[in-house]
């Protein structure tokens, strides 16, 4: 019988399946940026694709130079809208990213979050970072996993999916996928299975027509097994 946790036979199953390419992805390329730029780029990710959230980035970055709280500061909210409008919910995300940039003027964000995971470990850090404006819980969620390298799960539209799909959870709720995913996987396996399920979820388990046929976890899956 293997013992193993089931998210690290899912990673197998996966990285024998598929080759991750950084470009298909927002956080993972930006991770050697300072931390206010990437909160940025995430915070454009949310509910929007990849490529449009990319899109909303380098022209942001084009209109203010630099992605800096103080060069984001002296931007206005309508050039910083019009530049990230490709995200969609521009003047939402525009307001919410100027007020973050205040947060990091006035604050050590870094030095905070740092010694929050140092003293007290990574609900409390996460706590920390959901306090700031623009910040939920997926952002959160990559902000650790991809920037300080805590180990925290981010759930997407596609985990959530595939969550379901596999049985393990019931019920279409962030906290418990997460919790998941978290307890049943070795942590140092959290960021390229976090990928290889959205790579997943993009290229076979999609939303409409599911590939189960060809699917390599379908006899892991609840979805799969009863499909024909």
Sequence with gaps: MDDRFIGDI????????????????VAP????TNLFEFT???ILSQNTSDVNAWRAYSRLLEVAGEITPS????????QIAEAIKPSGMQYQRARKIKELAGAFIER???GEVEKTLREKGVEEARRK???LPGIGPKTADVVLLMWFNAPSFPVDTHITR???????????NYEEIRRFWMENTNPQLYLPLHLLLITHGRKTCKARKPD?????IRNHCSYGASSK
């Design 29 to 32: 390329r930006l991770r050697h």
């Design 108 to 110: 050590d964000i870094v």
């Design 129 to 131: 970072l959901l306090e």
């Design 71 to 78: 060069k984001i500061l002296n931007t206005s909210i309508d």
């Design 40 to 42: 940025v780029a995430v």
């Design 212 to 216: 189960c046929i060809n699917c390599v």
């Design 10 to 25: 899912i990673y197998e199953r996966l990285v024998n399946t598929y080759s991750i390419d950084l470009e298909d992805f």
């Design 162 to 172: 595939i969550t379901l799909r596999l049985g393990y959870v019931a019920r279409r």
